[in-house]
């Protein structure tokens, strides 16, 4: 979340995305006045990885500074079953501290398959 750029919401989110291998990929969203040009955390974490070479992963856990649990939107939910279908994502927000662990099978439950 450190690194996130959220302006103009203000709304700050990080992603940390850890391959089969252990290793691990940061993410912040980039947010731009044009929304429909913004970068969700998840998928800054998940194309760092993919840019370095990695096809595994086996987790990903999202926080942010919200008062509600940051959930991965749609377009995050479809391209990381792309890549993991298998992923657990872990979700949480700074204000409660709670941590919750779903499939991503749970969260897209009618992913789009070709």
Request: glycine content about 8%.
């Amino acid at each position: 979340m450190r690194h996130a750029i959220p302006t103009p919401s203000g709304y700050r989110v990080g992603a940390a995305l850890r391959t089969s291998s252990g290793k691990i990929f940061r993410g912040g969203n980039i947010v731009n006045p044009s929304y429909m040009l913004t970068l969700c955390a998840e998928r800054v974490a998940l194309f760092k990885a993919l840019s370095e070479g990695e096809r595994r992963f086996s987790h990903i856990a999202v926080v942010a500074n919200g008062r509600k649990t940051p959930f991965p939107c749609g377009a995050c939910r479809q391209i990381l079953w792309e890549f993991a279908p298998q992923l657990q994502v872990v979700v949480s927000n700074d204000k409660k501290g709670h941590l919750h662990t779903w499939g991503l099978k749970d969260l897209l439950p009618h992913a789009f398959e070709v």
